[in-house]
């Protein structure tokens, strides 16, 4: 890709593969297509989710190669490629010529992103076009919008500086020869003590360096068209932050990412989809159509379970909103923790109107709120424990019990792929010297009460072996470690 520019046609075969497989696509078994490439390979602070295009990534790959021809004329290749097809020219004026190789035709394809995105940087200005070459600090065009003037076509920069002294615009006769807007901008460019060759810079980095990264956005620009957004650009750029900066799994983001863009396969947007449905009703309180802001909002399970929340998201206040205007209003108002349990929420809403259609099984709006809660306790208690704790946690925290003392170690786990679980007891006795006890329990809970319940059979080993009614009571010692860090903080004993 760096040397050869691939067919439009090959790489939207390409992109197309990528597709189906985002979307689902198993086989011969089609998916709906929610929203086309283009738009999911815009970055995620412009509503996209960052895909790559290929056309776009291999002009900025070829853009590379154009550039280091630029700026290295003394190597090898420069001279061969000047010599063969620009002998009187220089690169960025360059023309295919006659019979050109397939490297010379790729270069000189992606050339209209070097161009795009260069400028002149002014030194003693004497290689750089008044009219006609990019070097005012103005994206996109970079160049002078004053009409010509008569017999001053090949004017150089180098006539507008006064080298008198300290270098500065001569203001008299850029005021007699430009717009005031050009003036301004002209008035932007620094001038060098030192009188510097002029230099070509890319100008969408600071330090003027190119790189393929900048040189994507740019290629991306040219190849595609993106859709206006709902709502003012800075408005929505700010929402996309917030959705995408929220410490919550992928799955909740980009559940509410679908949302937003109104791409769930609710019932209307599956009947503007052209499918076959026997209603449009909501499947969860059996009134409106099923749309994602009567899910998310509007239905009365919804408006019960934001009640249940106060403080988070209002679903009386702007009602007349769509969706992503009222996140927008409302989000501002609430912090980060808030924020992202108001993303959990809906998620839960969302799956719990796809318990309803498929398992029919619907829970009740304090279940719900009671089940989102414990599940942002239980997520940022796992992500608050430090990477590597969990490897290192036998070899450091646990060691053998004291002469005439009885040590109970317990926990709970489950099984990948099943909702059930197990727990464990082991009882140690040092000074006998052999294990004293032990068992296992298959059982179908949470973690919670899965360690909770590991721990009341640890308590009554305890009892079993003369412990009195206390923690480490009853005359002989005991030792008491919780492996699990939840049900340790809960307890606030030692691990």
Same mark, same amino acid.
């Given at each position: 890709m760096s040397c050869f520019l691939l067919p439009k046609n090959f790489c939207s075969d390409l992109e197309q593969l990528m597709a189906k497989f985002w979307w689902g696509q198993h086989g011969d078994r089609r998916k709906i297509h929610w929203m086309r490439w283009g738009k999911l390979g815009l970055p995620k602070s412009e509503g996209g989710l960052g895909f790559i295009s290929l056309y776009a990534f291999n002009l900025a790959m070829l853009a590379k190669q154009g550039w280091r021809l630029l700026h290295n004329p003394d190597s090898l290749i420069s001279k061969l490629l000047k010599a063969r097809y620009f002998p009187h020219s220089s690169l960025l004026d360059a023309v295919p010529g006659s019979k050109p190789s397939f490297v010379w035709s790729s270069i000189l394809s992606a050339m209209k992103v070097i161009t795009r995105g260069s400028r002149w940087r002014v030194g003693n200005g004497s290689d750089i076009k008044v009219w006609g070459d990019r070097w005012l600090p103005r994206p996109t065009s970079f160049e002078v919008v004053t009409p010509p003037v008569v017999g001053l076509e090949e004017l150089k920069v180098n006539s507008l500086i006064c080298e008198a002294g300290q270098p500065q615009w001569i203001m008299p006769l850029l005021t007699s020869l430009f717009l005031p807007l050009d003036v301004d901008e002209i008035l932007r460019v620094p001038l060098s003590l030192r009188s510097p060759p002029d230099c070509l810079i890319w100008h969408f980095d600071r330090k003027g360096k190119f790189s393929v990264k900048s040189a994507y956005r740019v290629a991306l620009t040219l190849s595609t068209d993106p859709d206006p957004p709902s709502s003012s650009i800075s408005g929505m750029a700010q929402l996309w932050k917030w959705v995408w900066n929220a410490k919550l799994p992928e799955k909740i983001k980009l559940c509410t990412w679908r949302g937003i863009h109104d791409i769930l396969p609710t019932c209307c947007a599956l009947s503007k989809r052209r499918v076959s449905l026997p209603h449009l009703g909501c499947c969860v309180c059996g009134g409106a159509k099923e749309s994602t802001l009567h899910i998310l909002r509007n239905c009365l399970f919804a408006q019960a379970v934001w009640h249940l929340l106060p403080g988070l998201l209002s679903s009386d206040r702007h009602a007349d909103l769509p969706l992503p205007d009222w996140l927008l209003v409302s989000w501002s108002e609430l912090n980060s923790n808030a924020l992202a349990l108001s993303m959990v929420v809906m998620w839960a809403l969302w799956s719990n109107r796809n318990d309803v259609t498929w398992r029919s099984t619907q829970r009740q709006p304090h279940d719900l709120v009671q089940f989102v809660l414990q599940y942002m306790?239980?997520?940022?208690? =796992?992500?608050?424990?430090?990477? *590597?704790?969990? =490897?290192?946690? *036998? =070899? !450091?925290?646990? !060691?053998?019990?004291? !002469? *005439?003392? /009885?040590? /109970?170690?317990?926990d709970g786990a489950f099984r990948t792929g099943s909702t059930g679980g197990g727990g464990g007891v082991g009882v140690l006795g040092l000074s006998l010297g052999t294990k004293m006890g032990d068992f296992w329990q298959p059982l179908r809970s949470v973690c919670y009460l899965l360690v909770l319940r590991n721990m009341l059979s640890a308590w009554r080993l305890m009892r079993l072996y003369g412990f009195g009614g206390r923690w480490g009571g009853g005359g002989r010692r005991s030792g008491l470690r919780l492996t699990c860090s939840i049900i340790s903080r809960m307890f606030s004993l030692p691990r």
């Open positions: 306790e239980e997520f940022r208690c =796992a992500n608050d424990q430090p990477t *590597g704790s969990h =490897a290192s946690l *036998g =070899a !450091s925290c646990w !060691s053998w019990p004291h !002469s *005439g003392t /009885i040590k /109970i170690n317990f």
